[in-house]
Each structure stands twice: as C-alpha cells, then as structure tokens.
C-alpha cells in the first residue's frame, strides 16, 4: 500500500542484482511512494544479473558503475542529478562481497589481498560514495544516506569471515560522516542492520541457511524480509525521519537484544556430542 511517503523525491539505488536483492525491493517501493530513481551496479553485474528488466518496469535509467572507482562514482551522481531533473533525496549502498569468503578462506588463513578487496568494496566504497556527492553537493538538504549492514559488526557469527570486518567499517563511516554531512548540510547518514536474509549474496556465506533459521527461531518477532527491510529503507528515506542521523539501526526481530531464547536452551539440553572432537573436546569452530 502506497502512502506516497516519497513523492516527489530523486534517490539512486546501489546493488540491485535480481528480486532476491534488497535494493531491488527498495527500489521498487520508492517508487510506488512516488520517488523517481536511477540504479547502478558493476557493468558486469548488469550484464550478468536483470537490472535492465527492473529498469524498465521502474521507468528506471541504469547507470554502470564500479563503485570503489571515484571516476565513475562521480559520473552516477553528475548523470543522475541530469536524469532526475535536481539533487538527490536518498541513496541507498548495498554493496557487499567478499573474495576470502568466496574462495572459502578461514578468518585466520586470509589472504590480505582479497581482504583490501573485501573491504574496497563492502565499505571503502561506501566513504568514496558520500565523498564524491559532497563534493560535487548533490545530495539535497535533510537528504537521506543508508547502507545496509549485519549484526556480525558488533558480534562473531562463525562464517561471516573477514565480511565482519568490513560491516564494523561501513557503520563506523557512517557515524564519522555523517556528523560532517550533518553539520554542514544537513544530510543525514545510517546503517541498517538486517537479519540474516537469503540473497544471492547472503547466500555465499557459509552455513547462511543454518544461521537463518537460528536466527528466525531467536527472535521474538522472527527474521526480518527483505521486503520488510524496503519498507524500513523508505520511512528512512522520507521525512518522518529527518532528525535521526549517525544510527545503527537493527532491523532484525529482536535477534540483537537476545541472550538466550528458550527455544535455544531447549537445543544445547539436547547435548553438544556431535561438536566432539576423538579425544572428547569441544569443536568451537
């Protein structure tokens, strides 16, 4: 249901791969609350994925970008203000992978070079996206800037590798900047952290569908969809929240305030034998 909660509103939508991505929802659901956009993923993710069909049924111009390249990121933002006619209102920036998590590298087997490029792109991209729109002051007053992120910041989930590393940064850029961006334009920048959802990234994490379900059967209200992360992105977007900045804000069902859930302790009563190692120790994994 459409309450046009972004009417009138210019935003450009970083990573939508397919309609298993959050930012494919997100764009969706700006524009059906009025928002005119443009989206922008890697050339080969365009070529590879189905943006242009969201493109086209959003009335949506693609703009092919690497956005660890400032060269280019300067072009989304130069072609983007010419495009939607004016500055822009909200950018979303989900944009994660992980070469190390993908070549199945232990978090204490990294290889440094895949980590930079772990980094380069889930957040460093992030800082170089909000640098360049400053500087060329694209983004309009009482703007709205949100990547999304991962509980894993803030606490070790086994698998999540060196992605963890890169979350922490992405929220930390987010508070630095946006304190800056705040000051002096008014611009307002936050993280999401979502529950663990089942995209074609999420989907390379290791043991991803396991942490779903442990994470579904924890919370009390149950793992957040990424339909439902749209919806939050938007009110983030529109003007209810004008005054909310430098926040990480969870959107999990709870998952982050939970210690132990009953349906958790009902599971480690069942016994921790099959974790055993051949001499009866523990495997912490």
């Known amino acids: 249901m459409a309450n046009n909660l972004l009417k009138g509103k210019r935003g450009i ?42 493109a086209e049924k959003l009335h949506a111009e693609v703009i092919p970008a690497d956005a660890t390249s400032v060269e280019d990121l300067e072009n989304v933002f130069k072609r983007s203000q010419e495009v939607l006619g004016g500055k822009i209102d909200f950018v979303l ?99 999401i952290s979502q529950s663990p959802t089942l995209t074609t990234a999420g989907t390379g994490v290791k043991g991803m569908d396991k942490l779903y379900d442990f994470a579904n059967r924890m919370s009390p209200l149950g793992n957040a969809s990424a339909d439902e992360c749209a919806d939050y992105c938007i009110v983030m977007f529109s003007d209810l929240t004008r005054k909310v900045t430098m926040q990480n804000l969870y959107h999990d069902g709870g998952f982050s305030s939970i210690g132990m859930s009953l349906r958790a302790m009902n599971t480690y009563q069942k016994g921790l034998d099959e974790y055993k190692d051949e001499n009866g120790n523990i495997i912490y994994g």
């Open 13 to 54: 939508v970083f990573g939508a791969l397919n309609d298993k991505s959050i930012a494919w929802k997100v764009a969706e659901r700006a524009v059906e609350e009025g928002a005119t956009i443009t989206l922008s993923n890697t050339p080969i993710a365009v070529r590879m994925g189905t943006t242009n069909e969201l």
């Open 93 to 191: 920036h989900s944009i994660g992978m992980s070469p190390n998590v993908r070549k199945k590298r232990t978090y204490d087997d990294l290889d440094y070079n895949f980590l930079n490029t772990t980094l380069d792109i889930s957040a460093i991209s992030f800082h170089k996206m909000i640098q360049v729109a400053k500087k060329q002051d694209a983004i309009a007053e009482y703007g709205s800037i949100v990547a999304l992120s991962y509980v894993a910041a803030q606490r070790t989930f086994y698998g999540y590798n060196d992605m963890a590393d890169a979350k922490a940064l992405l929220e930390s850029i987010a508070r630095s900047f946006g304190y800056i961006y705040g000051r002096e334009k008014n611009v307002r920048i936050n993280t």
